[in-house]
């Protein structure tokens, strides 16, 4: 697998970690190599996908998937977002399917194992001043080496997705004709769902099934698990939720994780809320009111980078869109297989602004006093963002014909990874095509980059500058 061979100089790098005028030498490695790896090892995985969905097994009739339909197709599976130019069950093969479906398992993972081995070296790494900026983050994490971290990531992963294509099997057997084909289907919207991919062998993505109480139930609990931060899944289980109960396990975790899951909380509940409203005598009118209830779920659940749909996005109001593209920007937590700012993120700056708007000097959450270098990584990152989503969005104003929303819906989906379309990438031009891909890859990698950049800076000479009064706002 492409991104281990990176996971092993993670490996030699914390091992070195440890001995002396190493450590000054092993950061700058970091800063150079393991960025650059990444986004080559990601790079060289879209590319190998792309070549073998251009052979002509590859696609249904033969003939084998053009060039440029075949890299955005590959780019959208490992980077795990969803956006399509093809239909997936119709145009490709069973071998276009699989390749799919490994660039998905691949890209997922790679992003898993990083972004967790990058946490536990900058546990190791970090002093004890500057450790406390991320010491939230790794608290569960420092103390065990890469590959260990490595090794639980693999077998959660394989646990949630065994787990998940067990319940769908079972629901979609007396559906399909053999077990063989409602087993297929089962393994691959499983994986899809972990890996908060939204590719579907449903040509209406899962709209067939909103009525379908475990089917939605299911492809939600994996979209959390898998966005959710392995980080986070593995400090639950550790601080034993059966044993000690709820209440207490929640009350002795860490600040990161109680921040990953109330922000996570208050999304789902607020988006389930505000979907419900806006879409009841709309795109929900005629249904039975526990349906319209599970599909304002599942919508709330699916635009933090999951992709699937139990409504058509073609028949939902403007607000619920817009309220989508927030969702979509967010999207779902560090460590996990989800992309966006990431809810962290988003609660840092809340909490950030909150402070200033009560006039405190010190951002804090849960008796917890949040560095200030953390809010600068968050604002960096969230500016970061929303620069590269503005360039892509103005190119494509500029060299397409379609509606202003529908362009931002699909270039935030795209920085986000979410892979819901209101239907027009599959109409965008080469240069459009481009561009989506492009901003899929930033999208994908940008943050974990950018904040590994930030985080791997050697430490300088403090200098004091007199202080300067510039009026904003």
């Known amino acids: 697998m492409l991104p281990l061979v990176v996971l092993r100089q993670l490996v030699v790098i914390s091992g070195n970690l440890s001995r002396p005028g190493i450590l000054a030498g092993a950061i700058g490695y970091l800063r150079q190599r393991v960025v650059q790896s990444l986004a080559l090892s990601f790079a060289a995985l879209i590319a190998v996908g792309t070549l073998l969905l251009t052979f002509p097994a590859a696609t249904a009739d033969g003939r084998g998937t053009p060039f440029l339909d075949a890299l955005f197709t590959a780019t959208s599976a490992t980077c795990v977002t969803g956006l399509i130019v093809r239909d997936t069950p119709s145009y490709f093969s069973v071998f276009g399917q699989l390749v799919i479906l490994g660039l998905i398992q691949l890209g997922a993972l790679g992003i898993m194992t990083f972004s967790t081995g990058i946490a536990v070296i900058l546990g190791h790494r970090l002093g004890p001043g500057e450790r406390r900026a991320v010491s939230e983050m790794v608290e569960e994490t420092r103390d065990i080496d890469i590959a260990r971290a490595v090794r639980y990531i693999l077998l959660f992963t394989l646990l949630a997705e065994a787990l998940g294509t067990l319940i769908l099997f079972l629901r979609f057997l007396p559906r399909f004709p053999t077990a063989l084909s409602a087993f297929y289907y089962a393994l691959f919207h499983s994986i899809s769902a972990f890996c908060n991919a939204g590719f579907s062998l449903f040509s209406d993505s899962l709209v067939r099934y909103q009525a379908d109480v475990v089917v939605n139930l299911a492809v939600i609990g994996l979209i959390l698990v898998g966005g959710i931060g392995f980080t986070v899944v593995h400090e639950i289980v550790n601080r034993g939720t059966f044993r000690r109960g709820l209440r207490q396990t929640v009350r002795s975790l860490t600040t990161h994780s109680r921040i990953v899951l109330v922000t996570s909380g208050i999304l789902i509940a607020v988006g389930t809320v505000v979907f419900f409203f806006f879409e009841f005598d709309h795109s929900l009118a005629g249904m039975p009111l526990g349906t319209r209830l599970l599909a304002s779920l599942f919508q709330s659940v699916t635009p933090r980078t999951a992709g699937f749909n139990t409504v058509p996005l073609n028949a939902l109001h403007p607000a619920t869109l817009f309220v989508f593209v927030i969702l979509m920007f967010v999207?779902?937590?560090?460590?996990?297989?989800?992309?966006?700012?990431?809810?962290?993120?988003?609660?840092?700056?809340?909490?950030?602004?909150?402070?200033?708007?009560?006039g405190q000097n010190e951002v804090v959450a849960g008796r917890r006093f949040i560095p200030r270098d953390v809010v600068y990584r968050a604002t960096a990152?969230?500016?970061?963002?929303?620069?590269?989503?503005?360039?892509?969005?103005?190119?494509?104003?500029?060299?397409?014909?379609?509606?202003?929303?529908?362009?931002?819906?699909?270039?935030?989906?795209?920085?986000?990874?979410?892979?819901?379309?209101?239907?027009?990438?599959?109409?965008?031009?080469?240069?459009?095509?481009l561009a989506i891909i492009t901003l899929m890859y930033v999208g994908r990698l940008g943050p974990l980059t950018l904040t590994l950049a930030m985080a791997a800076r050697q430490s300088r000479p403090l200098i004091s500058y007199p202080n300067a009064r510039i009026m904003v706002g």
């Open 381 to 433: 990152i969230v500016v970061t963002a929303a620069a590269a989503i503005a360039i892509v969005f103005t190119f494509l104003l500029a060299t397409q014909t379609f509606r202003f929303q529908d362009i931002l819906f699909e270039t935030v989906s795209a920085f986000g990874t979410v892979g819901l379309s209101t239907g027009l990438t599959p109409d965008l031009s080469g240069v459009g095509r």
């Open 331 to 358: 999207g779902a937590s560090p460590g996990g297989t989800g992309g966006g700012i990431k809810t962290s993120t988003f609660a840092v700056l809340l909490l950030a602004v909150r402070t200033r708007l009560a």
